[in-house]
Structure formats: C-alpha cells, structure tokens
C-alpha cells in the first residue's frame, strides 16, 4: 500500500467517529432548544406544529452528517475487516483481536487499527507471500 492510500485511510478513519460526535450534539442542542421554548412559552405549541418546515430545518444538518458519516463508517468497515482478515504480517490471534474489535466497537476502533496495523507496520500487506503460496514438502 503506497504512503498516500496510507494517509488517505488515516483521514477517512477519523470520518465516522468525529461526524457522530457532531451529529450527536447537534442533535442533543436541537432538543434542548425545543425543551428550552417549551419552557419559555408554556400551553402554546412548539413552533414547528404550525411549520414543520422549522423543524427539519434545524434536525437536517444532523442527519445529513450522520447518514455521511455512517455510509464512510460503513465502507471503512467492510476494508479494514478485510484488511484484518488477510493482513499477513499479523499472528492469528492479532487478527481474532482485531476482528473482534472492529466488530464490536468499530468507529472507535478504526482510527486506532489505522495507526497500529497499517501506518506503523512497514510490514503490512494483503498480498500472500510468493514463499507462502505453495506448501514447503521434505
């Protein structure tokens, strides 16, 4: 893998995690804002009951940046998966704990097999080894 795709997968790999966290307080904020006017303006309805228009103006930046980053999330996924799975510089027992990771705690995790198994790893590849192709026979 050349030193590029290496810095573009580090980039793509902070993607879901930072676009949750934002999405995340976006969120958050737009419903403490409802509470907020619900509070200041007690018995009348919230705004967007007379405009819906108001309502999914301010929730589309949050799910616009989620759906973002859940479809980069997605992609990373399936190739790190797949890098963990075929990675030939890794024990057996590395891949199971990297693929459990992945698995359970994938955008918190990406970043990290990033930075351990393919930026600092000069040995990393998914190609098998010409030695490892055929059987050694006595």
């Not at 737009?30 to 929730?59: K, R």
């Amino acid at each position: 893998m050349t030193r590029n795709n290496k810095i573009l997968f580090g980039i793509l790999s902070f993607i879901p995690l930072i676009g949750m966290i934002i999405g995340m307080v976006l969120y958050v904020s737009f419903i403490f804002s409802m509470m907020s006017t619900t509070m200041h303006n007690p018995g009348q309805p919230p705004a967007f009951v007379d405009n819906p228009a108001e309502l999914l103006s301010s929730i589309i930046p949050a799910i616009i940046i989620l759906a973002i980053s859940g479809i980069v999330g997605l992609g990373l996924f399936i190739y790190f998966l797949i890098c963990a799975i075929k990675d030939v510089s890794a024990t057996e027992n590395d891949k199971l704990l990297w693929i459990l990771l992945l698995v359970f705690m994938s955008y918190l995790v990406m970043p990290v097999f990033w930075y351990v198994r393919i930026w600092s790893n000069p040995d990393f590849s998914m190609n098998r080894r010409p030695a490892d192709l055929e059987p050694h026979i006595n």
